[in-house]
């Protein structure tokens, strides 16, 4: 283990696709500022440090830093740091202690034998958005109510983080995203809200989202595993899964980062996973 920053990208097998992240294996001689200014120097949405350590057991303490600010969970960076302890430790799987609880992740080989990471996310709930939530975010994105999916309602879903969840009527609808940076942050930093996922549904078990991310000081995210996880609570609490599914979503394509997010749902139970590799840049 080292205190040196790796990066990785996650939910690709291309280091120019993806969602890249910061790592560092040992950060127990860091403080918050400390790491605060690594992810800033790293300047990617998320740096995962892990600030704790027992190789034995494969648990590890784990806090997400974006080049702004503490975040509690961070979907990407989790697989990123997850692949990453698995090329170092062995095959088998690990436990997170995040300041958003525990987080298990199960670490397994692809069809094309690449590393996998499934995380379990914590408790997932999902409510619907307010009126006032919605013009305000409108208002930000530069979007109007005809814009929306009538189909799949405006919500605050959690998992981990809250996340807004708006889906959007038409794929040109989300492929047309300049937003007033300034005006949505403030927005979401009012209601607490970590990102604005943004979806489209080609299927019902495919859709395309975009994460705007400017809390953070980012524009956009190329993949968040977070908000997939809250989205799965989401369709879940809709009704509009009704057995074990796995749903796929495509992100990044449209900001030339292609993604590719897997999130297991059962109605049953009240946890999400999500599903994804990572690989290093170099």
Known sequence: MTNETLRYSAFTRDPAGGNPAGIVLDASGLDAAEMLAVAAEVGYSETAFVTERDDAARRFRVRYFSPLAEVAFCGHATVALSVALAERLGPGGIVLDTPAGEIPVAIGVGENGEVLATLT???????????????????????????????????????????????????????????????????????????????????????????????????????????????????????LVTAPARIAIRQGEDMGRPSDLLVDVDPELDRTRVTGGAVPIA
């Open 121 to 239: 996310s914590v408790p997932t709930r999902s409510r619907p958005a307010s009126g006032a939530e919605l013009e305000a975010t409108l208002a930000a994105l530069g979007w109007a109510a005809g814009d929306l999916d009538p189909e799949l309602p405006p919500h605050v879903a959690f998992a981990g983080n809250d996340h807004l969840i708006l889906a959007a009527a038409s794929r040109a609808r989300l492929a047309d995203l300049a937003y007033d940076f300034d005006g949505l942050a403030a927005v979401m930093r009012h209601y607490g809200w970590t990102t604005v996922h943004l979806v489209w549904r080609e299927s019902p078990r495919y859709f395309h989202a975009r994460d705007p991310f400017p809390v953070g000081g980012v524009v956009e995210d190329p993949a968040t595993g977070a908000a997939a996880a809250a989205f799965g609570g989401y369709l879940a609490a809709l009704g």
